[in-house]
């Protein structure tokens, strides 16, 4: 009798988890201002650049307010650097990181109204390398890792349940690239001596069928 009763409440379960899923269909796109992080960033000048993203998404709404969007997105994101060596500055190299990315975030929204919807949003994030694997600089060479893993932090608004506007904060937790000073430099510098990790500030724009 219990396990009838609690396949019963299972079944219920799920069956108002189904009727209450609002599946979603549409496309984001946006702005990254990188953050660029390795070992001796200090000794160099860094200046960002804005890169974007952009691709298909899709929310899964989900009972009390949550819900879970993915995606699946172009990702571009580049920083400028002029290395300081003995003797002076020497010229610039834009480094650029290319990815197809998949973003997964759990959500949690509050309706303002009939026209508007706040929430917060955070999630896990990984990335496969489709741009260069190899960036020379007059020092040494940016080698791209193959796949990526970041975390995603944020907060937005929908309008007229279609219009979606948000920020957020793209954590890299490891590293984009190692950092390998060229063998003709000689010394003790013939090695890889630091990594960097490519974080980014992210403002996006979508639209849901």
Known sequence: MKKKL????????MTCLSASAQVKFGVKGGL???GLHYTFDDYDDMKNQAGFFIGPTVRVGLPLGFAVDGSVLYDQRSTKITPNVVGG????????LQQVVVPVNLRYGRSLGHAMEAFVFAGPQVGF???DKTIGTCYGDWDFK?????????????LLK???VSANYNLACSKSAN???NKNLGGTWEKTVGNGKLSAWQI??????
């Open 129 to 131: 390398n489709v741009g």
């Open 179 to 181: 950092i390998n000073i």
């Open 32 to 34: 990254n201002l990188t």
């Open 162 to 164: 279609h219009c979606q």
């Open 89 to 96: 500055k020497i010229y610039s190299t834009t480094i650029k």
């Open 204 to 209: 996006s724009v979508g639209y849901y069928f």
């Open 6 to 13: 609690l396949i019963a409440m299972l079944f219920a379960g």
């Open 146 to 158: 193959k796949a990526t893993v970041s975390v995603n932090m944020g907060v937005g608004v929908t």
